[in-house]
């Protein structure tokens, strides 16, 4: 049996939900599983279940805006990746990050963490060493987390995704220690002996129109005026429409130059006072370009290709954080079969997020992840 296994179940029910994803891991040596599920689920009733399928079982998670799983993307599913065997190793913490957020005791632990699985094995080291962070996607802390947990991780890089709630915007979830929680991120360190390639992508490019943040409340990711004019306005009259809505905001975003590369600021919704509040950080001052979409699929292509040249072969695990503006795109523009084909053919299991940690970076509007390879001996077991 792979040491690898991934499941998706699509059923209504919380209950039935997850049995039919413990039944698509169950096996030998199952050690850690890391799920993405939709928010319409009963939470207290998929904890109670968890808790005795996964027994035992090191399992982290969260809620989603859509998951990615061996059926394709689904909004409403229950999805994930369970690893098995003596090639993987994993430990994981939750840090508090709501109401306030300690970086010094967040540090802590994970030089703590750290410690704890360094001890585990001798053939654990930094460079066989991954982490993935999953983190309350309206903690509106993202930046100063990711930034702390990269700087404590030091030559171990990490990956990964704000929860979400659908386009709900209300309350996103992150689960460790046996329970969903709010106001939390967990960190999951994974020493694996399978070669493995962190990525992230975008498909944007600037165009030459120039909107300054002139007033913007920082802390909450507000902007409330662009060039001395009411933003919202001043954005519709840059990107040249008359109507705002979250498809328009997937498909022009802004852009901003941090060392000599442009990121995506994805715009999450317009206020009824006719404020811009965004998914990532955003502050008065800051030079905003409206982006030019280039080709989604071809650039999902080029990714997957440069994965196979990173591993020396097609992965046989991609854990994904999407973008759920990607999303919305994707179904926009028609392209949902297609690029659910790919995810199929490159082995993608993951979630649509409300944004995406990539080092030490938070970021949005991009695919970022981790690709897992196999071990060599797996390849001359194949040849014999």
Sequence with gaps: MSQIRTAQSCATDARTAA??????????????????????YDLDLLTQEFKHLFAGVLLVGCTTAGGYGPQGYREHTLTGVGFAGPD??????QLQILPAFDPAA?????????????????????????ALQLID?????????????????????MVGGSAGDGMRFQRTHVFCDGEFHSGRAVL????????????????????????????????QRLVYELN??????????NAGVDSLDPALFSHIPVMVKLGGKHYVRSIQQVM?????????????????RLARGENLTQDLRAQFADIAQALGEPPQLIIACDCILRRLEIQNTGLAAEVDALGRDNHVVGFATYGEQYRGVHINQTLSGIAFGRKQEDDDERQA
């Excluded at 309206?138 to 890089?157: H, M, W, Y």
């Excluded at 001395?228 to 009259?237: I, K, S, V």
Aim: glycine share 6%; proline share 5%.
């Design 19 to 40: 049995t039919e994803f413990h039944r698509g891991l169950a096996g030998p040596g199952l050690s850690l599983v890391i799920f993405f599920c939709s928010c319409d």
């Design 272 to 288: 009824p006072d006719g404020a811009l509040r965004f998914y990532c950080a955003i502050e008065q001052g800051m030079v905003l």
């Design 228 to 237: 001395g004019r009411p933003a919202a306005a001043e954005y519709a009259r």
């Design 188 to 219: 999951i360190l994974l020493a694996t002996r399978l070669p493995f390639h962190l990525f992230m992508t975008q498909h944007f490019s600037p165009r030459e129109e120039r909107m300054v943040v002139t007033r913007a409340d920082a802390a």
């Design 88 to 93: 993987y190793l994993a430990v994981a913490a």
């Design 137 to 157: 996607g309206l903690s509106v802390k993202e930046e100063i987390v990711t930034r702390t947990v990269q700087n404590a991780l030091g030559a171990v890089f």
């Design 106 to 130: 967040a540090r802590d632990k994970i030089q703590a963490l750290r410690q704890e699985l360094e001890t585990r094995a001798p053939w654990v080291q930094s460079v066989n060493t991954l």
